[in-house]
C-alpha cells in the first residue's frame, strides 16, 4: 500500500510544482509586458493620427538632458520638460519625458518642441514620447496643424 501511495504521490507532487512554477513565470511575463492593452500602428508625423492616441499634446522646452534610461523595459533617452503650451491633456509645468534610444534625432537643451505623449506605466518614469516619433520643432505652421487635429478629438 505505501508503495502504491508514493508511485501516486511522487507525480503528484512533481505536476503541483511544475504547474506552480509555470504560473508564476506566466505571472512574470505577463506584468513585464503589459505596456499597453493595444499596439498601434500609424505615421507618427500625421498630427490627426497620432492626437487620439496621446494622452497629452504640448509645447514644452528641454530644460535638461538626463541621459539614457530604462523605461518600460525600454532603452531610452530621458528628459527635463518645462511645457510652455498646452494643447490636450493636463501635464504639469514641468514633467520627466522619455524617447526611445532609436530616434536618430534627440532633443537639444534649450529647444522648444510639439510633444505628443502618454503616461509610463510607473508614474516615476514620466511619459513617453510617442513610439517612433521624431523630435518636432514648434513652428507656427506645426502649431496650427496640431491645434487643429486636437481638435479634431473633441
Known amino acids: 500500500m505505501n508503495r502504491l501511495l508514493l508511485a501516486a504521490a511522487v507525480p503528484a507532487a512533481a505536476t503541483a510544482v511544475l504547474a506552480g512554477g509555470a504560473w508564476l513565470g506566466w505571472e512574470r511575463y505577463r506584468e513585464a509586458h503589459a505596456v499597453s492593452e493595444a499596439v498601434h500602428a500609424f505615421d507618427t508625423t500625421d498630427p490627426v493620427l ?87 520643432p514648434a513652428t507656427p505652421a506645426d502649431l496650427a496643424a496640431w491645434t487643429a487635429a486636437v481638435e479634431r478629438t473633441r
Open 50 to 136: 497620432v492626437a487620439p492616441e496621446a494622452t497629452a499634446v504640448f509645447t514644452g522646452t528641454v530644460v535638461e538632458d538626463l541621459g539614457r534610461r530604462t523605461v518600460e523595459g525600454l532603452p531610452s533617452d530621458a528628459y527635463r520638460v518645462r511645457v510652455e503650451r498646452v494643447l490636450k491633456g493636463s501635464p504639469p509645468g514641468e514633467m520627466l519625458v522619455s524617447q526611445s534610444d532609436e530616434s536618430e534625432r534627440k532633443y537639444l537643451v534649450g529647444e522648444t518642441y510639439l510633444w505628443a505623449t502618454n503616461p509610463a506605466t510607473r508614474p516615476e518614469e514620466g511619459v513617453a514620447q510617442l513610439y517612433d516619433a521624431e523630435p518636432r
